[in-house]
């Protein structure tokens, strides 16, 4: 597949490696292509790798993920062209975060709304689907861990769209998703990420992720 990233940070660039060592064609979309960090990003991730403006990236990808910074997720959006968008499998990767107090941080939309929500009004034509905004950039791609594989969350209203995510996930090295239900979900996926980040400090690690036991 063709591959759009929007954001050229830790989590873009680290599913930006992961698409492109499963053969697919990534372009990450930044303000700056010239970066020290994705220029050896480029390099590592092979021919198969590119770098282009958000609007590039937008238009490159069959499938775009966003992976922006939570608070300029909208504006990347604008600077991409909402159009690029329509009718693609958008997987929304973001978190709205707020770190104004400090850590841990807090929400700056949440229980009643969601930056997945958000995304999808901005963009009515795109099937958004929100996925691994609940791991961190490390255990993104083949999550292979001591007391074994963990459970992924996702969020979406179009069914064929999280079946093309279910796809990509298991390409990763993940199990079946667990879908907790339409793009509202994505309230309970965001909320999830300030505990998640409590969790990880009193653990003293980030390699932390969610399962599901059964009996």
């Keep these: 597949m063709k591959i759009g990233i929007l954001g050229s940070g830790d989590v873009g660039r680290a599913l930006g490696s992961g698409f492109a060592s499963h053969g697919h064609d990534v372009m990450i979309g930044t303000r700056t292509t010239s970066k020290p960090e994705l220029v050896k990003w480029q390099k590592a991730a092979g021919k198969r790798a590119s ?6 990236a937008a238009a490159h990808g069959e499938v775009l993920l966003l992976c922006t910074r939570g ?15 329509d009718g693609k499998v958008v997987i929304d990767v973001t978190n709205p975060l707020d770190f104004s107090k400090g850590m841990p941080p807090s929400l700056f939309v949440g229980t009643t709304d969601s930056l997945g929500e958000r995304i999808q009004r901005k963009l009515p034509k795109a099937k958004v689907v929100k996925c691994f905004n609940i791991v961190s950039n490390e255990t993104m791609i083949d999550p292979k861990m001591k007391d074994g594989t963990p459970d992924m969350l996702i969020a979406g209203n179009d069914a064929g769209a999280k079946k093309a995510v279910a796809g990509i996930l298991k390409e990763f090295g993940w199990g079946d998703p667990i879908d907790v239900g339409g793009i509202d979900g994505a309230r309970w996926l965001e909320a ?6 409590r969790i990880c ?3 003293d690690s980030w390699s932390v992720a969610f399962r599901v036991l059964r009996s």
């Design 192 to 197: 999830w990420t300030p505990l998640w980040v």
């Design 71 to 85: 608070d300029v997720t909208e504006a990347a959006i604008e600077l991409a062209g909402p159009k690029n968008f």
């Design 201 to 203: 400090q009193a653990v």
């Design 51 to 56: 770098l282009g403006t958000f609007a590039n």
